[in-house]
């Protein structure tokens, strides 16, 4: 992944890297409960896990999920506007991942903190009508039809 | 454009605390 220069240049924009070999850093396994590799954890800037990438993944989804750790670092520190905005860029840019139908509802439940407005919610179970409607998000959001 | 990994865990959340930015740890069994 990282000799892939999206990768490469994402991490470094975004990111400070740091890189423990499970055999050098055993402590650090410890510390963050890792029990196996490769392992990617995004923390935001106080040290709190955000976002926790286990396996192997190609390019474009281990991009969508460093831009879903980010969707999510800004969600849970109530930044909501930021998140939503995070959150439909992914869906955008990514429309065939994966992570591009958890972060189609995760767009929603941000605009709805960010407005109150349950229509955000109704909103959102309507667009899984249309798009990833066989994915686990759209069970998850049809309860806001 | 390269990554200039870190490997002291405690200097980079005090780097991140400064700079306000989030950290990505890579865990690797992989040769580095």
């Keep these: ?145 | 454009m390269e990554i200039q990994w870190l490997e002291d865990v405690d200097d980079a959340l005090q780097r991140a605390k400064k700079l306000k930015n989030p950290l990505l740890l890579d865990f690797t069994a992989a040769p580095m």
Excluded: C
């Design chain 1, 1 to 145: 992944m990282y000799p892939d220069p999206k990768v490469t240049e994402f991490i470094v924009m975004n990111f400070i890297p740091v890189r423990l070999h499970v055999k050098k850093h055993p402590e650090a396994m410890e510390r963050f409960a890792v029990q196996w590799t490769p392992t990617v954890l995004l923390l935001d800037s106080d040290g709190h896990e955000r976002h926790r990438i286990e396996g192997y993944l190609p390019v474009d989804e281990f991009l969508v999920q460093l831009n879903i750790g980010l969707a999510h670092a800004a969600f849970r520190t109530n930044k909501f506007e930021d998140a939503e905005r995070r959150y439909r860029a992914i869906v955008e840019k990514f429309p065939n991942t994966e992570a591009a139908a958890e972060a189609q509802y995760w767009a929603g439940v941000s605009k709805y903190k960010a407005s109150n407005d349950a229509s955000a919610l109704k909103q959102t179970a309507q667009a899984f009508k249309e798009r990833y409607s066989d994915s686990s998000w759209a069970k998850k959001a049809s309860v806001w039809a």
